[in-house]
């Protein structure tokens, strides 16, 4: 008598398999093993997602204050496009800058502002309860005075860290340097 019995016949002509030690496995699934080692690996990836989530936030607090920074420098500079050459001209003096003024009409609360010599005024804005110090600085370009060259940089501080962006460009006496746009101005 041969024993090359590898399962039992099934009703529908199928059949089905034996286990390992030749009882019958009825149902199709998961063991527990498999189970564990699914939950395991669910947990780890769980408990690193959660871990991750106050980094997350970081990043994107940092980022909308990047933003802002941004739009405070790009505000700063905007407003020294609406001065003619003589009125730039003046603010690289002695004379008050106006800087925490233009801030204010913009809608940012300026918490202190104080205005140099040289051409250069700070302000302290505050936006989306953040301060930024926003530093102005006006002086002719290689000492030529047909051509002004402002600078401004945007700092704050945010979890114990200084960050900073500038922004810099040049105002010419008779605008643009093209020599087609110079009978316009």
């Not at 199709?28 to 990836?45: A, D, H, K, P, W």
């Not at 505000?75 to 800087?99: H, K």
């Amino acid at each position: 008598m041969q024993k090359s019995f590898q399962g039992i016949l099934d009703a529908d002509n199928g059949r089905i398999p034996l286990c390992a030690r030749g009882a019958v496995r009825l149902a199709r699934g998961y063991s527990l093993v498999e189970v564990m080692i699914g939950m395991t690996i669910l947990v780890i990836v769980m408990a690193g997602s959660i871990a991750a989530i106050p980094q997350f936030r970081a990043l994107a607090y940092r980022s909308d204050n990047t933003a802002d920074a941004y739009e405070v420098l790009n505000l700063t500079l905007e407003s020294l496009r609406t001065n003619t050459y003589a009125q730039m001209s003046d603010l690289i003096g002695p004379t008050p800058s106006g800087l925490d003024y233009l801030l204010i009409a913009l809608g940012l609360k300026v918490a202190s502002a104080n205005n140099e010599d040289n051409g250069i005024s700070t302000a302290v804005v505050e936006a989306d309860g953040v301060e930024f110090t926003v530093t102005r600085k006006l002086d002719y370009f290689n000492n030529d005075e047909s051509i002004i060259e402002a600078t401004v940089e945007v700092t704050w501080r945010q979890q114990s860290r200084d960050y900073s962006i500038t922004g810099v460009t040049l105002f010419a006496e008779n605008g643009l340097s093209d020599k087609k746009f110079d009978l316009a101005n």
